[in-house]
């Protein structure tokens, strides 16, 4: 019983470990200021097969969302000028002073 125990709580450690790391893409939306990176930057951080573009699989959030509108020559790939010329992603209602508590909860 003692060791079925030690088992459950090594399998836990385990699960909780593996759930809490993060991948390199998972970080590629932040520069080292802290803000919004450069077309380029983020090439070189989310293109995980170092071809200079970016394919559907290699983005996440914003990116992923927009592709087909950001991929305007429909290749299939993000470019660098397309990733310069891409629009600015709208900002959700709800946001720091957008809507919910008046003077963004001051």
């Not at 019983?1 to 030690?6: G, P, Q, R, S, T």
């Not at 520069?31 to 699989?57: C, H, R, V, Y």
Request: overall charge negative; proline content about 6%; hydrophobic content about 30%.
């Amino acid at each position: 019983m003692k060791a079925l125990k030690l088992v459950a709580i090594a399998v836990g450690v385990v699960v909780l470990t593996s759930c809490g790391s993060t991948n390199t893409t998972e970080k590629a939306a932040t520069s080292k200021n802290g803000e919004k990176p450069d077309a380029a930057t983020l090439i070189q951080q989310m293109d995980t097969n170092k071809d200079g573009k970016l394919s559907i699989e290699e983005v996440q959030g914003p990116l992923k969302n927009d592709f087909d509108k950001i991929d305007t020559d429909d290749d299939g790939f993000l470019s660098l000028e397309e990733l310069k010329n891409a629009p600015v992603p709208e900002r959700r209602s709800g946001g720091p002073g957008q809507g919910g508590r008046p003077n963004g909860g001051r």
